[in-house]
């Protein structure tokens, strides 16, 4: 019994060891923020996975340090969400990441948005939620 006991103990410990506490790669972070641009529409994804940049006027970012007013992140598949989910003026709390999640690249049209916020990294959409 002794044995059964100390081997499940070893067995709980070596499992929690190397089990994977989250699945995100890269750091997450944590903004509000107001959409202030309409959104670029791709086409929708299949054989070409399609991105686009969205701008939101920073009202919290939590994980990093920003001396921004405003934001573009990266919106994977942006037809996966509802109509009119992407209307200028709506609040979003969107978590995002410093690392593209996918193990390939994402046609981005308007990539070229990122440059003009200065960041050292591509900031990737995980999720993204309206605040109403």
């Known amino acids: 019994m002794k044995q059964t006991i100390i081997v499940a103990l ?5 499992l929690t060891g190397y089990s994977q506490a989250d699945s995100v790669s890269g750091r997450q ?8 641009e309409k959104i670029q529409l791709t086409p929708h994804c299949g054989t070409i996975a399609w991105g ?11 994980g990093m340090t920003y001396p921004g007013k405003k934001i573009g992140i990266i919106i994977t598949c942006p037809e996966l969400y509802k109509d009119n989910f992407f209307q200028k003026g709506n609040t979003c709390q969107v978590v995002f990441s410093d690392k593209n999640q996918a193990s390939f690249e994402w046609t981005i049209p308007n990539r070229d948005i990122l440059k003009k916020y200065g960041l050292s990294f591509e900031p990737y959409a995980i999720s993204i939620k309206k605040i109403p």
């Open 10 to 14: 070893f067995l709980i410990i070596g």
């Open 52 to 62: 686009t940049v969205l701008e939101f006027k920073v009202i919290n970012l939590v």
């Open 29 to 36: 972070l944590l903004l509000t923020g107001k959409i202030i």
